[in-house]
Protein backbone atom coordinates (compact mmCIF):
# COMPACT_ATOMS: atom_id res chain seq x y z
CA UNK A 1 0.00 0.00 0.00
CA UNK A 2 0.98 3.54 -1.09
CA UNK A 3 0.80 5.02 2.66
CA UNK A 4 2.64 8.63 2.14
CA UNK A 5 1.74 10.90 4.77
CA UNK A 6 1.93 14.38 3.63
CA UNK A 7 3.43 16.39 7.08
CA UNK A 8 2.89 19.67 5.60
CA UNK A 9 -0.48 20.20 4.07
CA UNK A 10 -1.17 23.70 3.29
CA UNK A 11 -3.92 22.92 1.74
CA UNK A 12 -6.22 19.94 3.40
CA UNK A 13 -9.18 17.92 2.28
CA UNK A 14 -9.84 17.08 5.76
CA UNK A 15 -10.32 18.40 8.96
CA UNK A 16 -7.27 18.37 11.09
CA UNK A 17 -5.30 18.73 8.17
CA UNK A 18 -2.76 15.52 7.43
CA UNK A 19 -3.89 13.21 5.01
CA UNK A 20 -2.48 9.36 3.90
CA UNK A 21 -2.11 8.91 -0.04
CA UNK A 22 -2.91 4.94 0.02
CA UNK A 23 -2.99 5.05 -3.80
CA UNK A 24 -0.69 7.55 -6.00
CA UNK A 25 -1.71 9.18 -8.72
CA UNK A 26 -0.72 7.13 -11.90
CA UNK A 27 -0.20 3.99 -10.10
CA UNK A 28 -0.83 1.13 -12.16
CA UNK A 29 -2.23 -1.38 -9.74
CA UNK A 30 -5.61 -2.32 -10.76
CA UNK A 31 -4.84 -2.72 -14.24
CA UNK A 32 -4.76 1.01 -15.85
CA UNK A 33 -3.60 4.21 -15.09
CA UNK A 34 -5.30 6.09 -11.78
CA UNK A 35 -6.08 9.88 -12.83
CA UNK A 36 -6.03 11.22 -8.96
CA UNK A 37 -4.73 10.56 -5.68
CA UNK A 38 -7.03 8.13 -3.03
CA UNK A 39 -6.55 10.08 0.59
CA UNK A 40 -7.80 8.88 4.19
CA UNK A 41 -7.53 10.90 7.37
CA UNK A 42 -3.77 10.93 8.63
CA UNK A 43 -3.93 11.21 12.15
CA UNK A 44 -6.17 8.73 14.93
CA UNK A 45 -9.14 10.74 15.56
CA UNK A 46 -9.30 13.11 12.86
CA UNK A 47 -12.70 14.22 11.76
CA UNK A 48 -14.15 12.08 8.04
CA UNK A 49 -15.37 15.29 6.55
CA UNK A 50 -14.43 16.14 3.19
CA UNK A 51 -13.47 19.87 2.93
CA UNK A 52 -13.03 22.18 -0.72
CA UNK A 53 -9.35 22.91 -0.86
CA UNK A 54 -9.49 26.14 -2.68
CA UNK A 55 -12.43 28.59 -3.16
CA UNK A 56 -14.54 28.10 -6.13
CA UNK A 57 -18.03 27.34 -7.43
CA UNK A 58 -19.73 23.68 -7.77
CA UNK A 59 -19.89 22.75 -10.95
CA UNK A 60 -21.50 19.01 -10.87
CA UNK A 61 -22.94 17.22 -7.62
CA UNK A 62 -23.79 13.29 -7.97
CA UNK A 63 -25.52 11.80 -4.89
CA UNK A 64 -27.61 8.69 -5.90
CA UNK A 65 -25.04 6.28 -5.81
CA UNK A 66 -25.89 4.06 -2.50
CA UNK A 67 -23.87 1.32 -2.96
CA UNK A 68 -19.77 -0.21 -3.32
CA UNK A 69 -19.27 -1.85 -6.85
CA UNK A 70 -16.60 -4.51 -7.59
CA UNK A 71 -13.36 -2.92 -9.31
CA UNK A 72 -14.47 -4.90 -12.51
CA UNK A 73 -17.29 -1.86 -12.98
CA UNK A 74 -14.62 0.63 -13.76
CA UNK A 75 -16.89 1.22 -16.90
CA UNK A 76 -20.32 1.89 -14.86
CA UNK A 77 -22.07 5.00 -14.24
CA UNK A 78 -21.18 4.75 -11.36
CA UNK A 79 -17.87 4.04 -10.84
CA UNK A 80 -16.92 6.74 -9.20
CA UNK A 81 -19.55 6.61 -6.36
CA UNK A 82 -21.33 10.36 -5.04
CA UNK A 83 -18.73 12.92 -5.99
CA UNK A 84 -18.37 16.49 -6.75
CA UNK A 85 -16.39 18.95 -9.08
CA UNK A 86 -15.41 22.23 -8.11
CA UNK A 87 -14.36 24.94 -10.53
CA UNK A 88 -12.11 27.28 -9.53
CA UNK A 89 -11.35 29.72 -12.44
CA UNK A 90 -10.98 29.33 -16.10
CA UNK A 91 -7.85 26.71 -15.53
CA UNK A 92 -8.24 24.27 -12.48
CA UNK A 93 -10.88 22.52 -11.33
CA UNK A 94 -10.90 19.52 -8.71
CA UNK A 95 -13.23 16.41 -7.89
CA UNK A 96 -14.02 14.31 -4.99
CA UNK A 97 -15.09 10.74 -5.58
CA UNK A 98 -16.36 8.14 -3.46
CA UNK A 99 -18.41 10.08 -1.35
CA UNK A 100 -20.51 8.86 2.16
CA UNK A 101 -24.17 8.80 0.86
CA UNK A 102 -26.37 11.30 1.76
CA UNK A 103 -24.00 13.23 2.94
CA UNK A 104 -23.25 15.65 0.38
CA UNK A 105 -23.80 19.18 1.60
CA UNK A 106 -24.11 21.65 -1.69
CA UNK A 107 -25.35 21.97 -4.91
CA UNK A 108 -24.16 23.11 -8.47
CA UNK A 109 -23.92 26.73 -8.69
CA UNK A 110 -22.80 26.65 -4.71
CA UNK A 111 -20.24 29.19 -3.95
CA UNK A 112 -17.60 27.62 -1.58
CA UNK A 113 -14.60 28.81 0.09
CA UNK A 114 -11.71 26.90 1.53
CA UNK A 115 -12.04 24.15 3.86
CA UNK A 116 -15.58 24.46 3.79
CA UNK A 117 -16.99 21.54 4.37
CA UNK A 118 -18.96 19.74 1.39
CA UNK A 119 -19.54 15.97 2.59
CA UNK A 120 -18.46 12.91 4.08
CA UNK A 121 -15.70 10.38 3.01
CA UNK A 122 -17.21 7.04 1.49
CA UNK A 123 -17.13 3.69 -0.08
CA UNK A 124 -19.49 4.37 -2.87
CA UNK A 125 -18.95 3.28 -6.27
CA UNK A 126 -15.47 0.69 -7.53
CA UNK A 127 -14.17 1.57 -4.16
CA UNK A 128 -11.74 -1.01 -1.75
CA UNK A 129 -12.47 1.03 1.49
CA UNK A 130 -13.42 4.28 2.93
CA UNK A 131 -11.14 7.20 0.68
CA UNK A 132 -11.41 9.65 -1.36
CA UNK A 133 -10.49 10.33 -4.60
CA UNK A 134 -9.10 13.10 -5.88
CA UNK A 135 -8.61 14.54 -8.91
CA UNK A 136 -6.82 17.92 -10.03
CA UNK A 137 -7.53 19.16 -13.70
CA UNK A 138 -5.51 22.03 -15.06
CA UNK A 139 -6.73 23.33 -18.44
CA UNK A 140 -8.90 20.18 -18.87
CA UNK A 141 -5.98 17.78 -18.15
CA UNK A 142 -5.79 15.91 -14.80
CA UNK A 143 -2.61 16.54 -12.98
CA UNK A 144 -0.82 15.15 -10.30
CA UNK A 145 -2.67 16.14 -6.87
CA UNK A 146 -0.44 16.34 -4.34
CA UNK A 147 1.62 19.29 -4.79
CA UNK A 148 -1.62 21.26 -4.63
CA UNK A 149 -2.17 19.49 -1.28
CA UNK A 150 1.36 20.43 0.12
CA UNK A 151 1.02 23.92 -1.58
CA UNK A 152 3.96 23.79 -3.87
CA UNK A 153 1.31 24.51 -6.19
CA UNK A 154 -1.30 27.10 -6.37
CA UNK A 155 -4.91 26.80 -7.96
CA UNK A 156 -5.36 30.47 -7.46
CA UNK A 157 -4.84 32.92 -10.15
CA UNK A 158 -3.97 36.09 -9.16
CA UNK A 159 -4.31 39.27 -11.16
CA UNK A 160 -1.40 41.24 -11.50
CA UNK A 161 -0.26 44.08 -9.66
CA UNK A 162 0.06 47.46 -11.63
CA UNK A 163 3.24 49.80 -10.38
CA UNK A 164 3.77 53.47 -10.38
CA UNK A 165 0.51 54.45 -8.70
CA UNK A 166 1.06 55.39 -4.79
CA UNK A 167 -2.13 56.16 -2.65
CA UNK A 168 -2.86 55.77 1.06
CA UNK A 169 -5.92 54.45 2.15
CA UNK A 170 -7.00 53.07 5.90
CA UNK A 171 -8.63 49.89 6.74
CA UNK A 172 -11.60 49.48 7.39
CA UNK A 173 -11.87 45.77 9.62
CA UNK A 174 -10.01 45.16 12.87
CA UNK A 175 -7.89 43.10 11.36
CA UNK A 176 -6.41 42.76 7.81
CA UNK A 177 -3.70 40.40 6.91
CA UNK A 178 -0.91 41.70 4.97
CA UNK A 179 0.23 38.65 2.85
CA UNK A 180 3.41 37.54 0.80
CA UNK A 181 1.30 36.49 -2.72
CA UNK A 182 -1.77 38.52 -3.94
CA UNK A 183 -4.30 35.89 -2.72
CA UNK A 184 -5.60 33.47 0.38
CA UNK A 185 -2.60 31.00 -0.42
CA UNK A 186 -0.03 33.70 0.69
CA UNK A 187 1.34 33.54 4.35
CA UNK A 188 -0.08 35.81 6.46
CA UNK A 189 3.43 38.28 7.03
CA UNK A 190 1.11 40.24 9.92
CA UNK A 191 -2.12 41.73 10.55
CA UNK A 192 -2.64 45.63 9.96
CA UNK A 193 -5.06 47.18 12.77
CA UNK A 194 -8.29 48.81 12.06
CA UNK A 195 -7.83 52.44 10.96
CA UNK A 196 -4.17 52.02 9.97
CA UNK A 197 -2.63 54.29 7.32
CA UNK A 198 -1.37 51.49 4.51
CA UNK A 199 0.49 52.61 1.48
CA UNK A 200 -0.78 51.12 -2.16
CA UNK A 201 0.79 50.82 -5.93
CA UNK A 202 -2.35 49.84 -7.58
CA UNK A 203 -6.06 49.49 -7.56
CA UNK A 204 -6.99 46.03 -8.45
CA UNK A 205 -8.35 43.25 -6.12
CA UNK A 206 -5.47 42.32 -4.69
CA UNK A 207 -3.08 45.18 -3.82
CA UNK A 208 0.78 45.66 -3.25
CA UNK A 209 1.02 46.87 0.13
CA UNK A 210 3.68 48.99 2.68
CA UNK A 211 2.69 49.19 6.50
CA UNK A 212 4.88 50.38 9.05
CA UNK A 213 4.77 48.39 11.98
CA UNK A 214 4.58 48.82 15.68
CA UNK A 215 8.17 49.08 15.59
CA UNK A 216 8.53 51.54 13.05
CA UNK A 217 9.74 48.53 10.82
CA UNK A 218 8.39 48.89 6.64
CA UNK A 219 6.78 45.94 5.76
CA UNK A 220 5.79 45.08 2.35
CA UNK A 221 2.96 42.41 1.00
CA UNK A 222 -0.46 42.12 -0.76
CA UNK A 223 -3.66 42.42 1.10
CA UNK A 224 -7.34 43.02 0.11
CA UNK A 225 -7.91 46.09 -1.46
CA UNK A 226 -12.35 45.39 -0.38
CA UNK A 227 -11.03 46.34 2.90
CA UNK A 228 -9.25 50.00 2.36
CA UNK A 229 -11.24 52.91 1.71
Same mark, same amino acid.
Given at each position: ?????????????????????????? $???????????? @???????????? %???????? /?????????? @?????????????????? %????????????????????????????????? *??????????????? /? +?? $??? +????? /?????????? *????? +?? *?? +??????????? &?????????????? &????????? $?? /?? $?? %??????????????????????? &??
Amino acid at each position: MYQTLLKICKNPIFVGGKVYITYGFM $EPKYGGPHYGSD @LVPGAPGMSDDV %TAIADGVI /EYVKSSVSKT @LPLTSTSHADALGNNIKI %THNDKYMTRYCHLKYNSIKVKPGDKVKKGQVIA *TIGNTGCSTGLHVHF /E +VW $ENG +VRVNP /ESFIIGEKSL *TITQS +VK *TN +VKTFKKTTIDA &LNLRTQPSTDGEII &LTIPKGASV $EL /ED $EN %TWVKATYKDSGGKIRTGFCAAGY &LK
